[in-house]
């Protein structure tokens, strides 16, 4: 848990200085728990953005939108629906939920 804050802080520091989290889906199948962010880099505004896929390996940046609002989270949605297709229960988190963890 400390790690996932630790990543997620230094996402936030990395992107444009401040960043807003959008939607946000926990994939979890048995132990392995993947999650899916769509994060707003600009606050007020979807877009930019950028869907961030953390799992226990790291962290990376799947796609990022500078002008086409929905693209981040389409894209999200459609690659959450992928791991489920892959055996991962995968749940949509409020914005609350996911800026607590």
């Known amino acids: 848990m400390k790690l996932r804050t630790l990543a997620m802080g230094s ?27 769509v994060v707003y880099t600009q606050p007020g505004f979807t877009v930019p953005c950028e869907v961030v896929y953390e799992k226990a390996s790291g962290m990376q940046t799947l796609w990022r939108a500078e002008n086409e609002e929905g693209y981040c989270e389409e894209k999200a949605k459609a690659f959450a629906e992928k791991q489920a297709s892959w055996g991962f229960e995968c749940n949509m988190m409020s914005e609350q939920a996911a800026a607590a963890n």
């Open 11 to 37: 996402l936030i520091a990395l992107s444009a200085g401040t960043a807003i989290a959008g939607d946000s889906y926990v994939c979890v199948n048995g132990d392995a728990e993947r999650k899916i962010s």
